[in-house]
């Protein structure tokens, strides 16, 4: 990230931690308010701090996600790789065998499937 986006990316964080401070100022003066004017204003000042600590957390919690979601991505080859490429190189069988079920050498005749039968249109 350049010094650009981190310094919008600082603004929009510092922009949603007011909005959260005013949020919870609002909700705090309001209940606040049932002990007067000297809870309302104490409220607000109590709502303001846990808003924007809250929306802090918040904020830096999506970032923590938002790096491990980037090292996962990277690790198992969507943003740098090899996802889905036709050219790995995969380990050769071990016993040249293949399964029953995709040779058709298992037949349903009465074996009813692990969930249950097939329920018959009326």
Known sequence: ???KQQKKASKLRHQHEAEACVAG?????????????????????????????AA????????????????LDAEIG?????LG????????ATS???SAASIGAMSSTDASPAEGPIQELD
């Open 78 to 82: 969507i943003t740098g790789g090899d």
């Open 96 to 98: 040249g065998a293949y």
């Open 56 to 71: 802090a957390a918040l904020e830096r919690s999506a970032a923590d996600a938002s790096a491990r979601n980037g090292v």
């Open 1 to 3: 990230m350049n010094a």
């Open 25 to 53: 100022a609002l909700a705090g003066a309001t209940l606040g308010a049932i002990a007067g004017p000297p809870g309302a204003v104490a409220g607000a000042v109590l709502g303001g701090v846990f808003g924007a600590g």
């Open 85 to 92: 490429a036709p050219n790995l190189e995969h380990p050769p």
